[in-house]
């Protein structure tokens, strides 16, 4: 075999991968997207998805979520689509469906944002 028809053999391989489905017996199926990413999903609809970049979502059967990404980032989403977002520096974003969201900095400091779009920033009392 020529190095030519190696390489051919190994591209055509590459590219069967990318893009491709494995199903099994019991429902659930192994996806690889053509960026890298995987995703597993579990015969109850739950899944895993791992990106390139590191980043991994764990998605329940409730469509309830956590994100885990590479530099810390730590992002849960409840069936209800509300969320609370941890970030490495120590903030945390909380987000109500229908309601006010509420950043707390690391210094205690809160900044709500009303569902009218208003803010009020409250400063930690020393």
């Known amino acids: 075999m020529t190095a030519g028809a190696a390489f051919a053999l190994t591209m055509a391989a590459n590219l069967a991968a990318a893009g491709a489905v494995v199903k099994n017996a019991d429902g659930s199926s192994v ?3 053509d960026d890298g990413s995987k995703i597993v999903i579990n015969a109850d609809r739950s899944s895993v998805e791992t990106r390139p970049d590191g980043t991994e979502i764990v998605t329940n059967a409730d469509k309830s979520s956590v994100e885990t990404r590479q530099d810390g980032t730590k992002i849960v989403v409840n069936a209800d689509k509300s969320s609370i977002t941890d970030k490495p520096d120590g903030t945390k974003i909380i987000k109500n469906v229908d309601g006010p969201s509420i950043e ?3 210094d205690g400091s809160k900044i ?14 020393k």
Request: hydrophobic content about 25%; aromatic content about 0%.
């Open 31 to 33: 996806e690889t997207l």
């Open 104 to 106: 707390i900095d690391p």
């Open 112 to 125: 709500v944002t009303n569902a009218d779009g208003t803010r009020e920033v409250e400063k930690p009392k």
